[in-house]
């Protein structure tokens, strides 16, 4: 595997640079390491792409070797029981919750035959409550689970060197401010 050298980088081009120019959630810090490090066409050429023909299929398979898809690691799904525990931070659970125990705590002082029933009956209320937020938000995280899968086959047309590509959404696919002439009548 040849790791390309990019002069002001500290190094080559490879997995940990375009980790220190791609941190999570600091866009104007990664925007300063890209233009420090030449700007994403300096990196372009350097990396021997020509930003008016874009990759050709070698160059693809190699980079995607190299540096693996463009891809977001998938985020942990949360279990249905996890959610029904989240549940019971809801302020109204929590009053109920309470106003069960001071029922259970009244009626089995005052009438301690059929006094419990009531706060038993607020109590399972607020299982139910929680059961059914339960299933509800575990409903909605598989459904954004099918959703982010189908998302990630959506794919576009690239064109390099005059030939049609499909390219999967995951891939990159740089578009500069002067794309050749041919692209730019198709868009």
Known sequence: MVQKVVP?????INQDFLDAINKPQES????????????PLVIALKLG??????LSKSQHEEFSEQFGTNKLPDKPMKGFWQLWIESFNDTTL????CAAVVSLGVGSYEDPSKGWIEGCAILIAVL????????NDYSKE???RALEVFSFFLFFSLIT??????????DICLFFRNPPREMRERL
């Open 161 to 170: 060197h005059y030939v049609f590509h499909v390219v999967l959404l995951c």
């Open 49 to 54: 792409v020509d930003v008016a023909q874009g």
């Open 142 to 144: 598989l459904q954004f």
């Open 128 to 135: 139910i409550v929680a059961f059914v937020t339960a299933g």
């Open 94 to 97: 929590i009053i109920l919750i």
């Open 28 to 39: 104007e810090a990664n925007r300063e390491a890209l233009l420090s490090a030449g700007g």
């Open 8 to 12: 002001g980088t500290d190094g080559p």
